[in-house]
Structures are given as C-alpha cells and as structure tokens.
C-alpha cells in the first residue's frame, strides 16, 4: 500500500521554523496500529491523518508513542495541504475529532484561522516538585489538561532547562511555561511534554486553548499576539470567544512524497 506524505511547517512563514508535522491523507478509515506505526516512524511531534467523512473530514493525530486528543500545528498543516494541495475550494474545512468538530477558515490574506475549544486554567496546590523540574523561580501554578506555570519575564521563559525525567513523573499531560512577551507579543509560551514522547514541542496550538483565556483576562482584552520561544519559534494570532478560542497562522510545505507500507 502507498500513501501520500506532506510534511508542513507549520506557524512558520518560511521552512525551517515553526513545528513540523506529517500530514497523511487517506481515502478511507486506517488501522490504528498502522497510523501509530507511521508516526513512530516519522519520528515528528505530530503526524496527522484525515479522510472523508460528512460534509468535511474526520481528522486522528498521533505523537511517535500515542493517539491524542487534540493538536493544533497538524490541523492547521492539514487544512494547508487540503487548501494548497488537495484543491480544496471552499473558504472552510470542518474536521470531525475526538475533541469536537474543529473549523478551519482560509482568511483573506492567506493565513488560517482555527476555531478550537477554550480550556481555562484554574489555580491548583503549589506542587514543588514540579515547579523544581521546571526550574526558575514560578509565580503561579494553574492546570487545565496540561500543569501551567507563569514566570515574571520573557527571559526566564526562554532560559529554562526542565529536568525530563521529574516531568514524566509528574501527574499531568504536559506542562506549558509562560511569561508576558515584549516587542508588540503579549505573551510567550513553551511547552514540554516528555510523557508523550515530546520532550519539547516546537508550537503547540493545543496549549494555547489554555494560554488564551487565561492571558485575556490577565491583559483586558481579547485579540492577542503570542510566540511560543523554542529553539524553531513559531507565531500565532490569537483570539479569546468565550468558551471557543481562535488561532491563526500560516504554514510552508517542507516535503512531499509516499509511504511504502
């Protein structure tokens, strides 16, 4: 069996920045294991797969070790691939999830825009041996799916060196690291996940379902500009609606080719 392969940048406006993820079309339902096996193969963050399904798609993400709930960067790499080269000729692409169904819209001047679920942090017990794995000195521990820690400035954010095997004992999914941004970013991100094979994800649009709605209060508005400061850095526009969030952004085709299964 050959199956089609893009490999997308994605959050990027050139290659060789944001977050890489594979996109494989498929005509029809996959075995999961198979689905597993390519993404442990590809060896990337996220490898996505879609086929037909309704009016739109059904749309499955798996990291090199699981299937997960929810991931932004593949989405926006498969509604890319079905826009600019699967000849996709609406201006919106809905993909049925195990998180709901997702919307992705071609906006005006050539980026997208992800309707995705909000997912509010709230304020937990202090966990030390957390905020040790982390590092730096955190001003807020929150939680949603994933443990968030908030720091003072940009530069501590950026110099922090998790201890990996403190986070994979910790009880959480993942954790997001956050600070306010300078130079017209409200607010940076990273995100370490090393429980689900990803040490650190270059830009995950999944933490950002909690990020947004905890930096619209914070700042008193709802359009925000974020950065998450990984080695690749990626941007993405931001928009808080309540119990739904907005990420936009814009990807580059890296790679293009078949699967020999």
């Not at 609406?90 to 997208?112: K, M, Q």
């Not at 017990?125 to 939680?143: F, I, Q, S, T, V």
């Amino acid at each position: 069996m050959q199956l089609p392969l893009f490999q997308v940048d994605a959050f990027a406006e050139r290659v060789f920045a944001g977050n890489p993820a594979a996109v494989v079309p498929l005509e029809g339902p996959l075995d999961p294991a198979l689905m597993q096996a390519v993404a442990a193969e590809n060896n990337l963050s996220e490898t996505a797969f879609f086929h037909p399904e309704g009016d739109g798609f059904r749309l499955c993400w798996f990291t090199p070790v699981a299937e997960v709930d929810l991931c932004g960067h593949a989405t926006l790499a498969s509604a890319w691939t079905l826009f600019e080269r699967l000849g996709w000729a609406r201006p919106e692409i809905a993909f049925e999830t195990r998180s709901g169904r997702l919307v992705v819209r071609r906006e005006a001047d050539g980026s997208l825009a992800m309707d995705f679920p909000s997912r509010p942090p709230r304020e937990v017990p202090w966990d030390e041996a957390l905020a040790a794995a982390a590092g730096g000195r955190p001003r807020a521990m929150l939680a949603a799916r994933d443990a968030m820690l908030v720091y003072d400035s940009e530069e501590e954010v950026r110099a922090l060196a998790p201890d990996m095997a403190a986070l994979v004992r910790a009880a959480h999914y993942a954790l997001i690291v956050t600070a306010p941004g300078t130079g017209g970013v409200d607010f940076v991100s990273r995100f370490f996940a090393p429980k689900q094979g990803i040490p650190e994800d270059p830009v995950t649009g999944s933490a950002h379902c909690t990020l947004v709605p905890y930096w619209a209060v914070r700042l008193g508005r709802a359009e925000l500009e974020a950065r998450q400061i990984s080695r690749r850095g990626g941007a993405l526009r931001c928009r808080d609606r309540g119990t739904r969030i907005e990420i936009g952004g814009r990807c580059k085709l890296y790679m293009e080719g078949q699967i020999h299964v």
